[in-house]
């Protein structure tokens, strides 16, 4: 089994909305702001190589959004699904699952694309399965109205237009031990419903992909919650769950979007769950 980082695109979210109720004297130190209150946000999603399975971990917002839509998100640098591919030796047509741990935009955009002439949407990865959950899925297609400018017809109908669409199972607690893709998955529903978290055994090593239960190494504070997510005080348990087991077992959590820490060990201490270690992807990866 080999891991690769796929770096789909950086961008830039509202400090205050990815804080939530906590001030930004506190959320500062760890997230600083630029003039305009905007933090930096990475898209960075995980590439598994497993025998013939070759399966991607969220694909990023995407390119086929209006510049309106894009200058909303101040994208920055120039990494993409496709160059990251290329750079390790792949294409998007050897993808043969994509693995979505929800369907907001900046975590599925990338998963569909316009066809050469623009005149139609298709699969970005037209050999690749599609997985969600069937909750997940209803939650996404019929949404709520604190959501729906998050859930993108765009972005999810053309999955099952195509056949390409599969769900996981559900699990009868929070964790599906040994899902049909090979990992155990953690279900958070604090920030939307049914959320999945990835926790992959390398090398001896659980390999923990947080999405958006931990967007960044300065969420770790239990009450450092997301204005983002629909029932926050579930959060608070759920985050509170995990780290504790990460802590417990030494996981090692993967951050989707921290733009500049990649991987993180947790730690027990008096103030509760608290950062250990900081690596990049080439030292846990590569050794």
């Keep these: ?17 990815m804080f939530g109720v906590v001030p930004k004297s506190l959320w500062q130190r760890t997230n600083p702001a630029d ?5 930096d946000i990475a898209a960075r999603c995980l590439l598994i190589e497993d025998g013939n ?9 995407g390119n086929k959004q209006s510049d309106k839509f894009y200058g909303y998100y101040h994208l920055w640098g120039d990494d993409t699904i496709e160059k990251s591919l290329k750079k390790y030796g792949f294409h998007q047509d050897d993808v043969t699952d994509v693995f979505m741990t929800h369907l907001h935009f900046d975590h599925c955009g990338g998963s569909i694309q316009y066809n050469k002439d623009k005149t139609l949407l298709e699969p970005a990865f037209k050999n690749a399965h599609f997985w969600s959950n069937k909750n997940h899925w209803k939650w996404a297609t019929q949404p709520n109205r604190r959501e729906k400018a998050s859930f ?13 669409l599969k769900f996981t199972s559900l699990p009868s607690d929070s964790i599906l031990r040994d899902s049909a893709l090979g990992f155990d998955i953690f279900f958070a529903n604090g920030h939307t419903e049914k959320q999945m978290i990835p926790m992959i055994n390398y090398k001896g090593k659980t390999i923990c992909f947080m999405a958006d239960l931990l967007p960044t190494a300065g969420h770790l504070p239990i009450p450092f919650v997301m204005g983002y997510d629909t029932r926050p005080l579930l959060t608070l348990d759920e985050k509170e769950q995990f780290l504790k087991m990460a802590a417990d077992h030494n996981f090692y959590l993967f951050l989707e979007h921290d733009a500049h820490n990649q991987i993180i060990t947790v730690k027990h201490t008096e103030k509760g769950v608290r950062l250990d270690e900081v690596y990049t992807c080439e030292d846990i990866f590569n050794n």
Excluded: W
């Excluded at 399975?53 to 917002?61: E, V």
């Design 35 to 39: 003039n305009n209150n905007m933090i």
């Design 1 to 17: 089994m080999n891991f690769y980082p796929i770096e789909a695109g950086n961008f830039k979210l509202d400090g205050g909305a």
């Design 152 to 164: 993108l017809k765009e972005n999810i109908l053309p999955m099952e237009e195509s056949g390409q």
């Design 53 to 61: 399975r070759l399966i991607l971990i969220d694909t990023g917002m």
